[in-house]
């Protein structure tokens, strides 16, 4: 089982599935889980419930996997995310200074993709862009920066153009006890 980033929605998940069709196990309903953060997905990972660790190479802390004495580098592979933009509520008007939800990795995209005219009042920061949606969904923002999926999930509408990211991702799976770096 591959684990990733959760909840539905998020690039990691579509990336999961992804390397699941290459690896043959797609058709396994259970080939992919989703974990509210990578640090928990790797903790599944290194105790057994899952065999393989996907992690985006955008996430600021996957230096962490790299150093990790029990995982090692499996592969890695690029894959285009599903498409991000802008989105908000359907039944709300939007203000002209917006706050706005977004995963930490792809904020540079709110300055690219943020309509003429608009403003950002605030970023919150969410664990992933699938939960910078239900942010918004739920009212606590303006917008959330956050992938095609997520945004149907959520019932959202995107206010602003729409692109992917060309992503590297890095699978990481736990080292046969005779590999493992040991404290020195």
Not at 55 to 81: C, P
Not at 91 to 106: E, K, V, Y
């Amino acid at each position: 089982m591959i684990a990733t980033l959760g909840p539905a929605g998020t690039s990691s998940e579509a990336a999961g599935w992804h390397l699941a069709g290459r690896l043959g196990i797609a058709q396994d309903g259970g080939a992919v889980e989703l974990f509210p953060s990578y640090e928990e997905a790797c903790a599944a990972v290194k105790d057994g419930r899952a065999s393989r660790l996907l992690v985006a190479n955008a996430y600021q802390g996957i230096s962490e996997f790299y150093m990790d004495r029990v995982l090692g580098l499996e592969r890695a592979f690029v894959f285009d995310t599903p498409l991000y933009g802008l989105a908000s509520r359907q039944d709300r008007p939007l203000p002209l200074t917006c706050d706005i939800s977004t995963h930490p990795a792809p904020l540079a995209l709110i300055g690219q993709l943020l309509p003429p005219g608009y403003g950002v009042a605030e970023v919150d920061y969410a664990l992933s862009t699938s939960a910078a949606a239900e942010r918004a969904a739920n009212g606590e923002v303006d917008l959330a920066l956050t992938t095609r999926p997520a945004a149907q999930r959520h019932g959202l509408r995107f206010i602003s153009p729409t692109r992917p990211i060309r992503m590297l991702w890095s699978v990481f799976a736990r080292l046969p006890l005779g590999d493992r770096v040991s404290p020195n």
